[in-house]
C-alpha cells in the first residue's frame, strides 16, 4: 500500500510519502493550491523519489480542446505517474495520439463496481480513484475483483457537488450585498453544515465535518489496496498524520495506538460503513 497527498502549499520536505498529487491550473477543481506546468516541472525534478499525479479533473469545453491536447503531449513527456481524469476527452486524446501516460479515473459518484472499472481498464485507464459514497465492503470487493488499480480516499473535508457557475456571485449580488468567496450554510434535512467555495472554474460544496478514515486502513492494507489518499484542506496537523500513517502501514498496520491517537479528527466515517438506500414513495 502507498501513501498519496494533496498539500495546501508546495512543501513537500520532511514528509513520508509515497507520491503527491498537483492540481494543474486551468484544468482542476476543488484544490487550494494550483501549479502551472512549469512549476510542476520544478516539483518533480526536486523530489526524485516522489510519485507524481496531475490532477485535470475539470469539465472540459469544445473551444479548450485544442490546447488540452498541447499540454498532455507537454505532460506525457515529464516524469509523472499519472492524471486524473474526469472529463472523457482526456481518454479519448490518450486514445487518439497514442499517449504513454496513465490515467486515473476521477467521476467521482460513477466510480462504485468493478465490472465499469474493468471497462476503463480495458479502455487503457490504469487506476481509478474510488467513489466516496460507497461502503468498506464494496470498496474492498473493488480491489479484489477488478483489474484497474484502485485507490482510495481515506482523510478530507470531501468535495460532495460542484458548479461551473459563480453561485456565491450571483447570490450576494441577488441580496446587494459585497462578494465573499467561502461561505457556511446548514443543511435543513440533515441539520448538517457545508462550506461553499467559488473560484475562477465555479463553485464547489464540502462537507465541513473531516473524513476520518484512519479506522479503516487496516481493513485496506489486508486486502493489498494499491493506494490511499489523504487531502490537507482543513485536516490539522496534516504533516503529522502524514508521517505517522506512513509508519502505520510500514509496520504493517499493527500498531493500535495510531487508531486511537486519530480518532481525535472526529467520527465521521462517510459511507464506509453506511449503505445508501432508496426507497420508492
Known amino acids: 500500500m502507498k501513501l498519496l497527498i494533496e498539500k495546501n502549499t508546495s512543501n513537500f520536505n520532511n514528509l513520508k510519502t509515497d507520491g503527491i498529487i498537483l492540481s494543474l491550473k486551468d484544468y482542476s477543481v476543488q484544490s487550494t493550491i494550483y501549479y502551472e506546468l512549469d512549476e510542476i516541472k520544478e516539483i518533480i525534478n526536486k523530489y526524485p523519489k516522489l510519485e507524481v499525479f496531475i490532477k485535470m479533473n475539470k469539465n472540459i469545453f469544445n473551444d479548450e480542446i485544442d490546447k488540452l491536447k498541447e499540454v498532455l503531449i507537454k505532460l506525457n513527456k515529464l516524469n509523472i505517474k499519472g492524471i486524473f ?31 465499469t472499472c474493468d471497462y476503463y481498464y480495458n479502455e487503457g485507464v490504469k487506476y481509478a480513484l474510488l467513489g466516496k459514497e ?70 464547489s460544496f464540502y462537507t465541513k465535518d473531516i473524513m476520518n478514515g484512519t479506522s479503516i486502513i487496516k ?18 496537523d496534516f504533516d503529522e498524520l502524514v508521517n505517522d500513517t506512513h509508519e502505520f502501514i510500514e509496520n504493517k498496520c499493527k500498531d493500535e495506538q495510531y487508531i486511537e491517537k486519530y480518532k481525535k479528527l472526529g467520527d465521521n466515517t462517510n459511507f464506509f460503513f453506511k449503505e445508501t438506500m432508496y426507497k420508492v414513495k
Open 134 to 203: 460507497i461502503t468498506l465492503e464494496e470498496i474492498k470487493e473493488i480491489v479484489e475483483k477488478s483489474k484497474i488499480t484502485s485507490m482510495v480516499e481515506v482523510v478530507s473535508t470531501p468535495a460532495i457537488a460542484y458548479s461551473k457557475r459563480k453561485l456565491l456571485t450571483n447570490y450576494y449580488k441577488s441580496i446587494n450585498k459585497d462578494k465573499k468567496d467561502t461561505l457556511e450554510i446548514l443543511e435543513k434535512v440533515t441539520n448538517k453544515y457545508y462550506i461553499v467555495k467559488e473560484s475562477n472554474n465555479g463553485t
Open 219 to 236: 481493513d485496506l492494507y489486508s486486502v493489498n489496496t494499491p493506494y490511499i489518499i489523504m487531502r490537507e484542506d482543513g485536516v490539522p
Open 85 to 115: 481524469f474526469y472529463d472523457l476527452a482526456i481518454l479519448n486524446i490518450k486514445q487518439e495520439l497514442d499517449l504513454d501516460v496513465d490515467l486515473v479515473w476521477n467521476q467521482s459518484h460513477m466510480v462504485n463496481n468493478y465490472r
